[in-house]
């Protein structure tokens, strides 16, 4: 989408909304007006903007300086191995110095955006999740999510979804 075209929506929605989830199965930050449309509808006077993010194309400087609300980062795994068996071609090592850097320019401006990170639990990660918690709360991240994969078929559940059926959101039988 175009920067103009993102404007001419904001302006008819604008009056009507107070909250804007700017993304949807996809990533966000590959849109190089990213910046500039979050900042478009803070000014415009939407009062809650959201996003989430696998953190590969965010800019921190960009992204604090937006005014955006929150911020959801999505980590697939703790090593790069085990990250990139979901976040295909991602780099972890770049993902986090994105949300380590967004972290510390935020508490430097003593602004916003609140940071939430999530670990996508799979198979694969499983043991994983106790490192992603301790490093999360050492880097100040504000809220701390295991969350669940997205998986489109059932064979991606077979290969991905953890061991322990109880997190399941999906029918095993279907």
């Not at 979050?38 to 960009?62: E, M």
């Not at 999360?136 to 078929?153: H, K, L, S």
Request: net charge negative.
């Amino acid at each position: 989408m175009t920067l103009e075209n993102y404007k001419t929506i904001i302006d008819k929605v604008s009056p009507y909304t107070n909250t804007l989830m700017f993304y949807f199965m996809g990533e966000p930050f590959l849109n190089k007006s990213s910046y500039d449309m979050i900042a478009y509808a803070k000014a415009k006077g939407i009062p809650f903007i959201t996003t989430c993010t696998n953190g590969d194309f965010v800019d921190p400087q960009k992204l604090v300086a937006s005014g955006i609300d929150e911020v959801n980062f999505q980590i697939g795994g703790m090593t790069q191995e085990t990250h990139q068996t979901y976040r295909i071609n991602s780099n972890l090592e770049r993902v986090l110095k994105n949300l380590k850097e967004t972290i510390r320019l935020r508490n430097q401006a003593g602004s916003k955006p609140k940071i939430l990170s999530g670990f996508i639990l799979m198979k694969h990660n499983e043991h994983e999740v106790e490192t992603f918690r301790k490093s999360m709360a050492e880097w100040g991240a504000d809220q701390v999510n295991v969350i669940d994969p997205c998986v489109r078929t059932h064979e991606q559940g077979l290969e991905y979804l953890q061991s322990h059926q109880s997190r399941w959101q999906y029918d095993p039988d279907a």
